[in-house]
């Protein structure tokens, strides 16, 4: 019997759960397709140089979490050179951008990539050493309008699309602006100040963070410092108006194409490359590490790394914690019964009554509101319970032509009460 296991950190995913990642990934193909995106791969290991003149030697990544070796010289004509596998794909991409000159288009790049990434943290649920990420990006010269607040705004249009089709529900944007290179250079330096007397109290990461990069204090996770951290100064504070003119728009649009989103003024992401908008999609069936992707702005990447101007916004989704989520929706749906029948009146408690029976009979599960209850207590009610909602009032009595909700969905519609069983025998999802 063989000792060798998988190494700390990775794992070996086995039918049938490599179909719900096929899934992911194929609605994610679809989706991205919709919004004119194409495919690039670029290689799992780079140059060193390119992530720590582009993620920041002062990071998490750089300085703790990457896998970096040395390639050895085997001819004398040749040079040792320090390569690293993959912790994020953005560099690669910006670096593939330049190296094959597609600035020179003069058009709008948007490609998406699907591959693995590596990073040594500490593994624990949903966080491997070997992770493979989703993610897209769009970059151009600035005729080109990649620097425009609607390049954000769809691409959090089309993230927002892309979890609905995967079937998550109840996710939450947070978005945020981190200003230009001259704000953020402003705002580290109100910053450093503000720490100087708060540091000492707090871990020691955050000790090292205030003297070499004060914006990381920002992305603490340790409980005990939160407090420190909302007494901080807001970088908002920090912005000229050009930033708060393309953060505005940026919501404008947001708000015309009916995207939800929350303001959090301390997301300020963890890689340095970061300009503007900056923003992550969380939900709350992951626990404390509640984020399901993350990305932003970073329209001095390309100069960084020895390139042209070439402004971009882009994001990376975890595919584990995809996964995890929607195997935790479809457990709780799973649990769920079938329909919850919402009367709107004691008056009808009979009827829905009798209509309960009558579901229950053809093999449905049912769960029976009260007529004393208030609409928004039987949605409330419903929204725990059931996949389904049936609201039976006096029209629906009287027609025969009953609402239903579904809410995996959100969609109402009015079905029949002869085919009333059918309907809500179907998948909620369809």
């Given at each position: 019997?063989?000792?060798?296991?998988?190494?700390?950190?990775?794992?070996?995913?086995?039918?049938?759960?490599t179909?719900?990642?096929?899934?992911?990934?194929?609605?994610?193909?679809?989706?991205?397709?919709?919004?004119?995106?194409?495919?690039?791969?670029?290689?799992?290991?780079?140059?060193?140089?390119?992530?720590?003149?582009?993620?920041?030697?002062?990071?998490?990544?750089?300085?703790?979490?990457?896998?970096?070796?040395?390639?050895?010289?085997?001819?004398q004509?040749?040079?040792?050179?320090?390569?690293?596998l993959?912790?994020?794909?953005?560099?690669?991409?910006?670096?593939?951008?330049?190296?094959?000159?597609?600035?020179?288009?003069g058009?709008?790049?948007?490609?998406?990539?699907?591959?693995?990434?590596f990073?040594?943290?500490?593994?624990?649920?949903?966080?491997?050493?070997?992770?493979?990420?989703?993610?897209?990006?769009?970059?151009?010269?600035?005729?080109?309008?990649?620097e425009?607040?609607?390049?954000?705004?769809?691409?959090?249009?089309?993230l927002?699309?892309?979890?609905?089709e995967?079937?998550?529900?109840?996710?939450?944007?947070?978005?945020?602006?981190?200003?230009?290179?001259?704000?953020?250079?402003?705002?580290?330096?109100?910053?450093?100040?503000?720490?100087?007397?708060?540091?000492?109290?707090?871990?020691?990461?955050?000790?090292?963070?205030?003297?070499?990069?004060?914006?990381?204090?920002?992305?603490?996770?340790?409980?005990?410092?939160?407090?420190?951290?909302?007494?901080?100064?807001?970088?908002?504070?920090?912005?000229?108006?050009?930033?708060?003119?393309?953060?505005?728009?940026?919501?404008?649009?947001?708000?015309?194409?009916?995207?939800?989103?929350?303001?959090?003024?301390?997301?300020?992401?963890?890689?340095?490359?970061?300009?503007?908008?900056?923003?992550?999609?969380?939900?709350?069936?992951?626990?404390?590490?509640?984020a399901?992707?993350?990305?932003?702005?970073?329209?001095?990447?390309?100069?960084?790394?020895?390139?042209?101007?070439?402004?971009?916004?882009?994001?990376?989704?975890?595919?584990?914690?995809?996964?995890?989520?929607?195997?935790?929706?479809?457990?709780?749906?799973?649990?769920?019964?079938?329909a919850?029948?919402?009367?709107?009146?004691?008056?009808?408690?009979?009827?829905?009554?009798?209509?309960?029976?009558?579901?229950?009979?053809?093999?449905?599960?049912?769960?029976?509101?009260?007529?004393?209850?208030?609409?928004?207590?039987?949605?409330?009610?419903?929204?725990?319970?059931?996949?389904?909602?049936?609201?039976?009032?006096?029209?629906e009595l009287?027609?025969?032509?009953l609402?239903?909700?579904t809410?995996?969905?959100?969609?109402?519609?009015?079905?029949?009460?002869a085919?009333?069983?059918?309907?809500?025998?179907?998948?909620?999802?369809?």
């Amino acid at each position: 019997m063989s000792n060798l296991k998988a190494v700390r950190g990775t794992r070996d995913l086995l039918p049938p759960e490599t179909a719900l990642w096929n899934r992911i990934e194929a609605t994610a193909r679809r989706v991205f397709a919709r919004y004119n995106f194409g495919e690039i791969r670029t290689p799992i290991f780079e140059d060193t140089a390119l992530f720590s003149r582009s993620v920041g030697e002062e990071t998490d990544i750089v300085s703790k979490e990457m896998y970096t070796f040395e390639d050895r010289a085997r001819a004398q004509s040749e040079k040792t050179v320090s390569l690293t596998l993959r912790p994020e794909n953005t560099a690669g991409v910006v670096r593939a951008y330049i190296e094959h000159k597609l600035g020179e288009t003069g058009q709008l790049q948007k490609v998406y990539y699907i591959g693995p990434q590596f990073r040594r943290e500490r593994p624990q649920k949903g966080r491997y050493r070997q992770f493979s990420q989703i993610g897209a990006e769009v970059i151009g010269p600035p005729p080109a309008g990649s620097e425009s607040p609607i390049r954000d705004a769809e691409v959090l249009e089309m993230l927002a699309t892309l979890l609905d089709e995967l079937g998550i529900s109840g996710w939450t944007l947070e978005i945020n602006s981190v200003g230009s290179a001259a704000d953020r250079a402003r705002y580290n330096e109100v910053l450093r100040t503000a720490l100087v007397s708060v540091a000492p109290g707090m871990c020691p990461d955050c000790q090292r963070r205030a003297v070499t990069n004060p914006l990381r204090v920002l992305d603490c996770k340790v409980p005990e410092d939160q407090p420190i951290i909302e007494t901080l100064p807001k970088i908002v504070d920090s912005l000229d108006e050009a930033s708060k003119a393309h953060f505005a728009a940026v919501l404008a649009a947001l708000d015309a194409a009916q995207v939800p989103y929350t303001r959090n003024y301390r997301l300020v992401r963890g890689l340095d490359y970061y300009t503007r908008t900056t923003f992550e999609f969380t939900h709350g069936g992951l626990g404390a590490q509640n984020a399901l992707l993350g990305g932003g702005r970073y329209d001095g990447l390309s100069e960084a790394i020895g390139g042209p101007k070439a402004p971009g916004i882009g994001f990376a989704m975890g595919e584990d914690r995809l996964v995890l989520t929607l195997q935790a929706l479809e457990a709780a749906a799973q649990q769920k019964v079938d329909a919850y029948i919402a009367p709107l009146g004691e008056n009808l408690n009979p009827a829905a009554l009798a209509l309960a029976r009558e579901l229950r009979r053809a093999g449905l599960s049912i769960d029976l509101g009260d007529g004393s209850f208030r609409l928004k207590k039987s949605f409330e009610s419903a929204d725990k319970t059931a996949r389904r909602m049936v609201i039976l009032g006096e029209d629906e009595l009287q027609s025969g032509i009953l609402t239903v909700k579904t809410f995996a969905t959100g969609l109402q519609s009015k079905v029949n009460r002869a085919e009333l069983a059918t309907y809500l025998s179907t998948p909620a999802s369809e």
